[in-house]
Nanobody, 118 residues
């Protein structure tokens, strides 16, 4: 089981920026799809962004053009750069390692709080 440790959350004013980091243990991080989810109170957990082993990315429509997901396989780390933050971005953000069948099970980070004030 890969361990994921998130950092970088906090309180920021609308229009500001934050960078979230997710550091993974293990030696086969590079083959897995990674992603970020978020969950606000009273809502379902939603997928924000994914990045493949080949660095192909996908974004939710609500964050496209504002957020950037990236990975550094040498550091076993995935990032979420969040720009032009809005109050509706307020949520707990979770790092996700997607499973690879027959090789690695999936993992979740513990979550990091992002709060955007008006």
């Amino acid at each position: 089981q890969v361990q994921l440790v998130e950092s970088g959350g906090g309180l920021v004013q609308a229009g500001g920026s934050l960078r979230l980091s997710c550091a993974a243990s293990g030696s086969i991080f590079s083959i897995n799809v990674m992603g970020w989810y978020r969950q606000a109170p009273g809502t379902q957990r939603e997928l924000v962004a994914t990045i493949s082993s080949g660095a192909s990315t996908n974004y939710a429509g609500s964050v496209k053009g504002r957020f950037i997901i990236s990975r550094d396989n040498a550091k076993n780390t995935v990032y979420l750069q969040m720009n032009s933050l809005k109050p509706e971005d307020t949520a707990v953000y979770y790092c996700r390692l997607f499973p690879t069948v027959g090789i690695m099970t999936g993992s979740w980070g513990q979550g990091t709080q992002v709060t955007v004030s008006s």
